[in-house]
């Protein structure tokens, strides 16, 4: 564990220890490739990446795939509520004040069909190629978002919780979402703050035990402050990711991200992917209270991905 | 009273009665213009106010008239924090599940400036010519819609509730709302659902008592189900109403309309001003409770609003 700490033994990327915020610089590069290694991204696309810290793509799917990958998520929704017993329940995340679906987590170990997709050159390629290392699946699940009633994913970084809470040593993770249903700009698309992901905003307060069980309903802690969120915000704006069903969006662990709520009758259902690489496996909690479950947040296995090519059917 | 009744004695709007929702026709023109009357507006606007159920202007007020009124509304929401007395406490509505400020209601009869602002010929000449009549201010409101916290307001038709709980008679209202900062598609921005105001949803269930002092912080009865809004936005779609601070929305009394979580750094706030017409005055609520108090809903006074020209400095 001591790779991760900085030459005075500091955790760079500590959090929720002090009473006032602090923005930090990022001290991991974004982009891991090398000059001279071979990817599926063009150098413009690459370039975006590393400034932005994120990149849209279309049309990486076909419209049958995406169809399939639907009816799955139709199909879990429909299990969930006793067609049979495939769900385990505890990976089960309700709307906060409702009993709407919000979220399926680990998607990928209980579903063929997602871990086909977790699989999948397409993704497990682009993300090989950013972090420039093998990779598994820290996470994933299934984000419902249900019409009428789908409530907001306040702005966070990813990485702030999987550092503090899981034990993700250093920035070299990142996500891929893919709509499953198009994402408007009234249904609750998902927002992105560019150039966030180089700098790093240490939460104030402290986290409590089992955090996970409110924070994935509603996140209360870990969570930046308006003061640091307005001064990333004047920096680099808003960039809302709205798209037709199958597009796809990667960004970097590190970038901030929420949503607002969705009250239109259009459900906004995605998947999310993260890949981590192989030698950013998890260790002690930096947080140092007890890890967050094996469906939060994968600790047992990091094997890495072997890519699967051709048509998801 | 008997004349906003049908032949059979029904009310043609009645709402929370039934156990299961309905559509029905409306009974009332929306535009009351008659062919020939000058006006404001031209013949586009007006087939377009008559098909959707609203209309977007910009330009009605110049930057500096708009930084007066913002300035304004940033006064009364320190005058809120104690720094005078000229609010009524009870005109004060927070978000749920915080203490930050929502709404100040009847903020005609409380700012001499909005008062001006509501006595305005570019907006009072609007309202009077479509619903050729003099008018009157049956509500005013200033939306804060802070940044982070700013919660949804659910789809609604206004009409639906000014008829059962304060006893508005017939559609022959609408609503302008100003927008005093920059309205974006991620601020939370003003939603309809063009043509729906030439339906009438009956909501199901009863109105409890006083429920205004909950239903200001946020709605759950007098609701539209959504069945129903999955109807209307079959048919008619979602506009979103993003523009620069100064825009106006001109919108019919029975426009199903709503607006999503505000997560953003960037406020959203509006000036909202109800217009009704004089011969359209409040009677027994319609749902047969105690009415509103009357800074929601004006019972007192139906003096016609004597339009003013000029600047508003």
């Known amino acids: 564990m001591s790779a991760v700490l900085d030459h005075s033994g500091r955790d760079p990327y500590e959090s929720r220890v002090a009473s006032t915020p602090e923005i930090v610089g990022r001290v991991d590069p974004v982009v891991y490739a090398r000059a001279g290694d071979k990817g599926p991204l063009t150098r413009e696309q690459l370039r975006q990446y590393e400034s932005q810290g994120f990149l849209e793509i279309d049309n990486l ?11 799955e998520l139709d199909r879990l929704r429909r299990a969930r509520d006793g067609l ?47 972090l420039g290392d093998e990779v598994y699946i820290h996470q994933s699940r299934l984000n419902y978002k249900p019409g009428f009633f789908g409530k907001e994913f306040y702005w ?22 893919i709509a499953l249903t198009r994402n408007t700009s009234y249904n609750g698309p998902l927002m992105l703050i560019p150039g966030s992901h180089k700098r790093y905003v240490r939460c104030v307060g402290e986290t409590p035990d089992d955090h996970y069980k409110q924070s994935l309903r509603k996140q ?90 051709g048509r998801i059917a």
Chains 1, 2 share one sequence.
């Open 156 to 177: 966070h970084s990813d990485f702030e919780t999987w550092h503090i809470e899981d034990g993700m040593p250093r920035m070299r993770a990142l996500s891929i979402s």
């Open 220 to 309: 209360e802690y870990g969570v930046p402050d308006p003061g640091s969120l307005q001064q990333l915000y004047a920096d680099g704006g808003i960039a809302t990711a709205t798209g037709p069903a199958g597009k796809i969006v990667v960004f970097d662990c590190n970038t901030m991200h929420g949503s607002n709520s969705n009250i239109s009758p259009l459900p906004r259902s995605n998947v999310f992917l993260v890949y981590n690489s192989v030698s950013n496996r998890l260790v002690t909690p930096f947080g140092k209270k007890a890890p967050r479950p094996e469906f939060v947040a994968t600790r047992k296995t990091f094997a890495p991905i072997a890519p699967v090519s």
């Open 84 to 130: 049979d017993r495939e769900i385990d329940p505890e990976t089960l995340i309700l709307e906060p004040h409702s009993r709407e679906l919000r979220s399926i987590f680990a998607i990928h170990a209980q579903s063929a069909l997602f871990a086909r997709l977790a699989s999948d050159e397409r993704l497990a390629g682009i993300a090989r190629y950013l």
């Open 61 to 71: 799917f076909d419209a049958g795939e995406i169809e399939t990958l639907l009816a």
